[in-house]
């Protein structure tokens, strides 16, 4: 059956270090990766998009790495700050007429 | 713009009380959906609308009905809610499908509406 996993629920990390999330799946054919974060109490906002045929995506501290080989994704958040402490959810969108499909998330706090 | 919009906020129900969730977009989105998220769970599809007078099941479509009358809104209605149903529920809308043939490209969602059924 189809998964999408993202590896872990929560994770605690330094100010100012990088914080890598990781998100596999597995019996996809996915076509485009989506990234959002999502605060308490609100709904999720789109952070990055990358498709299948991109290896790598940048906006500005943000970066996105897609490899359908490993059937994985990772998002990095360079230099991070306690700001960037929420939900961050990957979402996979497949060819054909099925809807985005979101992992469970990973909780990111950064610590001062 | 607004964006999506979703009232109410709050809800608390009895069971057996049925209620509408509404949701609306002023962006002239084709596609809208509903999700619920649950602790644990992650963002769930209930339905979704690929546009006016068209909509299909997600992964939980029991227990909710939808309809698409309009290109700007998009309310799910709750028959008979049950306890099961508390949840917080999430609309959203995008373009529509993108060239490749694939699904929805950004979704951008609504605050949320938090519901309880006792």
């Known amino acids: 059956s189809q998964k999408i996993e993202q590896n872990s629920e929560a994770l605690n990390i330094q100010e100012g270090k990088t914080a890598t999330l990781t998100c596999n799946y597995t019996?996809?054919?996915?076509?485009?990766l989506q990234w959002y974060r999502q605060d308490p109490g609100r709904g999720p906002v789109f952070l990055l998009l990358?498709?299948?045929?991109?290896k790598e995506k940048r906006k500005e501290r943000l970066k996105v790495t897609f490899d359908t080989t490993l059937k994985q994704s990772l998002f990095h958040i360079t230099a991070s700050q306690p700001a960037d402490s929420a939900t961050y959810l990957c979402?996979?969108?497949?060819?054909?007429?099925?809807?985005?499909?979101f992992g469970k998330g990973t909780r990111l706090s950064v610590i001062a | 713009n607004a964006g999506v919009t979703q009232t109410p906020k709050f809800q608390v129900l009895k069971t057996g009380q049925s209620m509408t969730l509404q949701c609306a977009q002023d962006?002239?989105?084709?596609?809208m959906s509903w999700y619920r998220q649950d602790p644990g769970m992650g963002l769930r599809l209930i339905h979704y609308?690929?546009?006016?007078?068209?909509?299909d099941q997600g992964e939980v479509p029991n227990g909710y009905n939808v309809s698409r009358s309009t290109t700007e809104d998009f309310p799910l209605r709750l028959l008979s809610a049950a306890p099961s149903q508390t949840s917080v529920y999430f609309c959203?809308?995008?373009?529509?499908?993108?060239?490749?043939?694939?699904?929805?490209?950004?979704?951008?969602f609504g605050p949320g509406t938090r519901l309880t059924v006792l």
């Open positions: 990358i498709r299948e045929n991109e």
């Open positions: 609308s690929v546009g006016a007078g068209i909509t």
């Open positions: 962006m002239n989105h084709e596609y």
């Open positions: 959203a809308s995008s373009h529509g499908w993108t060239e490749r043939g694939s699904s929805t490209d950004t979704q951008y």
């Open positions: 979402a996979l969108d497949s060819y054909g007429n099925t809807p985005l499909v």
């Open positions: 019996n996809y054919s996915p076509a485009y």
